[in-house]
């Protein structure tokens, strides 16, 4: 079974020249929140260390891109 998480980072592969209206640092922080970027998924923890957010903005960032691509 495709999780609901699978979907929306597959939706994102194959829409996401759709989203070019974010700004670009939104991108970045949910492909690797994901794993696009590495394979690897990682906490909201990881990714603020990783981007100099908190991990409540990282969760806020990634937040956004998941509402886009289900508008999409």
Do not use: C, N, W
């Not at 829409?15 to 590495?38: A, C, N, W």
């Amino acid at each position: 079974m495709v999780t609901d998480e699978k979907k929306l980072v597959e939706k994102y592969k194959t829409e996401k020249y759709r989203l070019s209206h974010l700004q670009p640092r939104y991108l970045e922080v949910f492909e690797y929140r994901t794993g696009i970027v590495d394979g690897d998924s990682h906490t909201q923890k990881e990714t603020g260390k990783k981007f100099g957010i908190s991990s409540t903005r990282a969760a806020q960032l990634e937040a956004r891109v998941k509402y886009e691509l289900e508008q999409l």
